[in-house]
């Protein structure tokens, strides 16, 4: 949201660390200060792991940006398994000390979101799907359909979107959070120009990882 406020550190970390932050006192008053230590050292480590640092959004109206930092395991053409159609799909794999934030690729407006449970199957595909997995269907000005799907690979894993069908949202937008990794889809439109290719690592909200097509009257 423009002109809202974010900490280096996710807001989404702090109780914990206030709550290791006491415990090592605790420890130091009644075990040991070597257990202190040690309970304090998690503190780092945590805020590490949900670092959630400025991203400058490119100037490229017609850019879809990656959602996550991640690596490009996939690009297939497919038919599109959520809306009618075929469409490119860009299969993005976090690794578990990727950042956790998630973004969303294009401004536009949320048509549609889905929340589906391991075994649930895809709107327009027959047969489950893996584990938990959350979708977003999310049209820009010019019309054009772009879904996100994150789904969910850790244990640990826990998406969450905060975003709502019939709400508009801006390219690179902070929009969710995934915690220790998990497998990113894009479904873009099959005119889409990728700038990006398998192997390739790349960074949420500052980089564009396909452009759509320009339309003409």
């Known amino acids: 949201m423009p002109g809202k406020h974010y900490p280096y550190i996710a807001r989404e970390s702090w109780a914990l660390i206030f709550i290791l932050f006491v415990l090592g006192i605790v420890a130091h008053l009644f075990v040991h200060g070597l257990a202190a230590i040690i309970v304090w050292l998690f503190i780092p480590a945590w805020a ?3 670092r959630d640092p400025e991203r400058s959004i490119p100037a490229q ?5 990656s959602p996550v930092d991640a690596s490009v ?5 497919v038919p599109n398994p959520y809306i009618e159609g075929d ?4 299969e993005l794999e976090m690794s578990c000390l990727d950042l956790f934030r998630i973004r969303s690729p294009i401004e536009g407006k949320v048509l549609k979101s889905w929340f589906l449970l391991p075994g649930d199957p895809l709107p327009l595909q027959q047969g489950a799907v893996g584990n938990l997995r959350i979708s977003h269907w999310i049209q820009t ?10 789904r969910k690979k850790a244990r640990l894993s826990r998406p969450q ?8 949202i801006g390219q690179g937008q902070r929009c969710g959070m995934v915690q220790f990794g998990a497998g990113i889809d894009i479904y873009v439109p099959p005119e ?5 290719a398998i192997g390739d690592k790349v960074k949420s909200g ?3 990882i396909a452009q759509l097509p320009t339309h003409t009257d």
Do not use: F, H, K, W
Not at 61 to 65: E, F, I, N
Not at 192 to 196: D, G, K, T
């Open 48 to 50: 590490y792991l949900y």
């Open 61 to 65: 109206p017609l850019a879809v940006v």
């Open 73 to 77: 395991v996939a690009i297939e053409m």
């Open 87 to 90: 469409a490119l799909r860009i």
């Open 141 to 150: 000005d010019e019309g054009d359909n772009i879904v996100i799907t994150i």
């Open 161 to 168: 979107c905060d975003i709502q069908t019939g709400e508009r």
């Open 192 to 196: 889409s120009r990728l700038e990006i």
């Open 206 to 208: 500052s980089q564009a």
